[in-house]
C-alpha cells in the first residue's frame, strides 16, 4: 500500500475503490489523518480503511477509540488509576472523535480491516463492518472479494 508514501497515510484506488491506509500504531488519530480522509471522502468512491489497530465504534461494547486496542467498558472500571491516567488521553482525543464520526457518518466507508487484537471478529458498525483477523502465525488469514456495485442482484 504504501509504495513510498507517506507511512502515517496513504490512498490506492483499485477497481474504483479507495483502499485507505492509516497508520493508529500511536493509539490515537492525529490531526493530518483527519484531513486527508476528509479529502479522500469528497472523492465519492468506495473506501475499505486498512489499519493494524481496531477502530471500535458504537453499538460496540468497547469504549469508542481509534486505535486503542480495546477497553469495554467493564475493564475500564477494573483497571487502576495509573492505567486510567495513561488512557485517557486517548479515548478523550478529539481528533479520534472527529475520525469515528467520519467513519461512521461518511455513506461511503464500506468495511475497516485491521488486525492486533489476534481475534478473528466481524462487527456490524454504525456506518461500516469492522473485520479483525487472526494472527498470521496461527494460520490466520481472511479473503475478501470485491465486486462492482451494478453487479450485485437485489434478493
Known amino acids: 500500500m504504501y509504495q513510498g508514501k507517506d507511512w502515517l497515510i496513504s490512498s490506492t484506488v483499485v477497481g474504483g475503490i479507495n483502499f485507505i ?3 493508529n500504531s500511536v493509539e490515537y488519530a492525529q490531526k493530518e489523518q483527519v484531513e486527508f480522509f476528509k479529502n479522500q471522502i469528497e472523492r465519492g468512491l468506495p473506501i475499505i480503511v486498512l489499519c493494524h489497530i481496531p477502530v471500535y ?3 460496540s461494547d468497547f469504549i469508542a477509540t481509534f486505535g ?16 486510567k491516567t495513561y488512557y485517557e488521553p486517548v ?12 467513519l461512521q457518518s461518511s455513506g461511503i466507508v464500506v468495511a ?11 462487527q456490524a458498525t454504525s456506518g461500516y463492518v469492522h473485520y479483525t483477523t487472526a494472527a498470521a502465525s496461527l494460520g490466520g488469514y481472511r479473503s475478501f472479494s470485491f465486486y462492482p456495485m451494478s453487479s450485485v442482484e437485489a434478493p
Not at 486503542?68 to 492505567?83: A, C, L, Y
Not at 475497516?112 to 466481524?122: A, I
Request: charged share 20%.
Open 21 to 23: 491506509a492509516l497508520d
Open 57 to 59: 465504534g458504537p453499538p
Open 68 to 83: 486503542h486496542p480495546g477497553m469495554d467498558s467493564i475493564s475500564w472500571s477494573n483497571q487502576t488509576e495509573k492505567v
Open 91 to 102: 479515548f478523550n482525543n478529539p481528533h479520534s472523535n472527529e475520525l469515528l464520526d467520519i
Open 112 to 122: 475497516v480491516l485491521t488486525g492486533h487484537s489476534h481475534e478473528d471478529k466481524v
